[in-house]
């Protein structure tokens, strides 16, 4: 089955510790987010790729990184230098593109900070 | 600032009735609208979706009204289900970037 797979799917991290979420997907998309979500905030970009070896800033991008190596995979680090890294990370796909229409999203990731 | 305000917070709703949920928007440059929805624990998905060159779209129970020159658009869910009971959010996308509302927890009671 087609889909985009999400691990861990909880993780705990002590203060000051890197952490990377892994982002999987076989839909053949060439572009892919990670989305932040926060209780009454709806979901906020971190990042983004259109491309393999490419990947843009979205509005919340400091102390976090990404890589794009691959089309099927996207991780995201959250670095030490993220104030308040506790949250349910989001990670979707479509085929990029103007008038691209749906975002495919996976299960998510809580990340809390001990 | 956000681009995307939806309304309300949350709504609770009686099984059978009709659940009603708000969104308006500022960039007249977005071209797509869906609405997703989220159980807990889970990534969101895509329910119904419109673009502005029509006013309305109905799928099963659920319909989406768009009002181009107010800048607004609803979700209305018909015929509520206690299974209809998580979170809806409402986006706003153009030429791929897409805007969220801050969601609507809906609770519908049997």
């Known amino acids: 089955d087609g889909g985009i797979t999400q691990s861990p799917k909880y993780l705990f991290r002590k203060e000051g510790q890197n952490v990377t979420l892994s982002c999987e997907q076989n839909?053949?998309?060439?572009?892919m987010y990670w989305y932040r979500q926060d209780p009454g905030q709806g979901l906020r970009l971190i990042y983004y790729s259109q491309i393999v070896n490419d990947f843009q800033k979205g509005d919340i991008a400091e102390g976090y990184s990404v890589s794009r190596e691959k089309k099927e995979s996207f991780p995201l680090t959250v670095t030490s230098a993220q104030k308040n890294p506790t949250a349910f990370y989001l990670c979707?796909?479509?085929?990029?593109?103007?008038?691209?229409?749906?975002?495919?999203f996976g299960e998510g990731s809580r990340l809390t900070v001990l | 600032q956000q681009q995307v305000k939806q309304s309300p917070q949350s709504l609770i709703v009686q099984k059978g009735g009709i659940s009603i949920i708000n969104c308006a928007y500022e960039n007249t440059a977005f071209d797509y609208f869906p609405w997703y929805q989220q159980f807990p624990g889970k990534g969101p998905a895509l329910l119904i979706a419109i673009r502005p060159d029509v006013s309305e779209k109905k799928e099963g129970r659920f319909t989406i009204s768009f009002n181009k020159s107010a800048k607004q658009f609803s979700l209305h869910i018909m015929d509520s289900q206690p299974g209809d009971s998580a979170t809806y959010f409402c986006a706003a996308s153009y030429n791929n970037d897409m805007r969220f509302g801050a969601g609507t927890r809906l609770t519908v009671k049997p």
């Open positions: 979707a796909s479509n085929f990029g593109g103007p008038n691209t229409g749906e975002l495919f």
């Open positions: 839909l053949n998309h060439d572009a």
